[in-house]
């Protein structure tokens, strides 16, 4: 703005080469007004139109720096840092306070470890946000976000037992706020620049957004250079692989690792077992034998009541998560189609329904046996979350992919958008799987 001011200032002189300053100069010539630039307050309102929680993002903002769209941004993640070491805290307290009841203790040391996971995904985005890895940043958030919301989860069920376990509650349900307002507000900084005038609340496919899809060279699949080269093996048979579990493979794994990944691969087999991959086991891939070769097969269940329901929605439209299937065969077991083809018409199997708010699942190139009934998609209670939910599908075959019946609130993908789904567009693959020289 300087040197457009300079240059301007120049060339009136050039034009009246005998002006004077003189207060006998009735002539003289006026400096344009500047334009001002937007205060702290209207750069805070224009930033928080872009989030769900508009009032919530301004007063948590205006103590803060916020002189800028940087700023603005990393304040937000500081103000969910700062709030989620303090629900640490509330949460090491359910743990005290519950005991000698085992189930409510459990509750809150989950609690916590999910809190303490979160803070070291904000920690990890609060290093990495000056360095402009806006798509690191806003995956870390994302699951900072899904960790508090597990916190949450995990109480649900005592909220009536203990008043305190009940402020936790509300506690945690404004941290939430918080975050996503946080990503909400790198999402808009990632899309439309440093321009808070131009931030708008995230979208997704259901409104016809599709980040990603002008991305080049996209492979739906796993790169082929991926699969030669393993690090470790699993199979049954000991003496020809290193583990016979996949458990013990992904403990054999190098903790906090910073170098190349680490590929698991898993030979042929059915396994039967529930697999836990902790935080510190960085750059992990795992590979199969293929479709229905390998088997991972484990079961967690948890039966709870009906609990009430918190006013901050359970998923953010920014979060860049979801099931993506691809290559994938729908089916039942050999004894499972016995009893559906004595009597299909009992038997219903739909593709998903949503659990939560915003849920994501997409289908692309499957194999969809005759099972699947025709309406594909099965709503989770009354019209709960069938406004934001994402269900796609495109060139999946079968007698169980006939679109013509499915629910009106699915999609089909258009084809010049499929890309979005790629590991590169996805999951940023590029990243961290580079194509070997």
Request: aromatic residues 12%; hydrophobic residues 35%; contains cysteine.
């Amino acid at each position: 703005m300087a040197i457009i001011f300079g240059l301007f200032i120049c060339l009136l002189l050039s034009i009246h080469p005998t002006s004077s300053t003189s207060a006998h100069d009735h002539h003289r010539t006026h400096s344009p007004p500047k334009k001002h630039a937007p205060s702290t307050s209207d750069l805070i309102q224009q930033a928080c139109k872009a989030t769900n929680y508009q009032k919530l993002c301004e007063s948590s903002l205006a103590l803060h720096p916020t002189r800028n769209a940087t700023e603005i941004v990393q304040s937000a993640l500081n103000v969910s840092y700062t709030t989620n070491r303090k629900a640490e805290s509330m949460a090491f307290g359910v743990v005290w306070k519950s005991q000698g009841i085992p189930n409510r203790t459990a509750a809150g040391e989950d609690c916590s470890d999910y809190l303490q996971y979160s803070y070291y995904r904000l920690r990890s985005t609060l290093v990495s946000l000056p360095r402009g890895d806006m798509k690191k940043c806003r995956t870390w958030t994302s699951a900072a976000l899904t960790y508090q919301h597990d916190c949450l989860t995990a109480l649900e069920i005592y909220a009536k037992e203990m008043k305190y376990i009940n402020e936790t509650m509300w506690f945690l349900n404004t941290l939430i706020g918080y975050t996503s307002n946080a990503l909400s507000l790198m999402m808009a900084y990632d899309v439309f620049g440093d321009k808070t005038a131009s931030w708008k609340a995230p979208k997704t496919e259901r409104e016809g957004f599709w980040e990603g899809s002008g991305v080049s060279g996209g492979i739906l699949g796993i790169p082929p250079w991926l699969t030669n080269y393993t690090d470790i093996t699993v199979c049954k048979n000991t003496s020809r692989c290193t583990f016979k579990t996949v458990q013990e493979a992904v403990n054999a794994a190098p903790d906090w690792s910073n170098g190349w990944r680490f590929v698991i691969r898993v030979m042929e087999g059915v396994y039967k077992e529930t697999v836990r991959i902790g935080l510190q086991k960085r750059h992990l891939v795992m590979l199969g034998d293929g479709m229905g070769k390998t088997v991972i097969s484990g079961s967690l269940n948890i039966a709870r009541p009906e609990q009430p329901a918190y006013n901050i929605s359970t998923f953010n439209p920014a979060q860049p998560t979801g099931f993506v299937f691809q290559n994938c065969t729908i089916n039942g077991t050999e004894e499972y189609m016995k009893l559906y083809n004595s009597k299909p018409e009992v038997h219903k199997n739909f593709l998903g329904r949503p659990w939560k708010e915003f849920a994501r699942t997409v289908f692309i190139g499957c194999n969809l046996e005759t099972l699947i009934t025709p309406q594909g998609w099965m709503p989770w209670k009354d019209d709960f979350a069938l406004k934001t939910l994402y269900y796609g599908e495109i060139n999946n075959i079968g007698k169980g992919s006939e679109l013509s019946g499915r629910v009106n609130w699915s999609s089909r993908i258009p084809a010049d958008h499929v890309n979005v789904y790629s590991i590169r567009s996805f999951l940023q693959s590029d990243q961290w799987w580079p194509k070997p020289l």
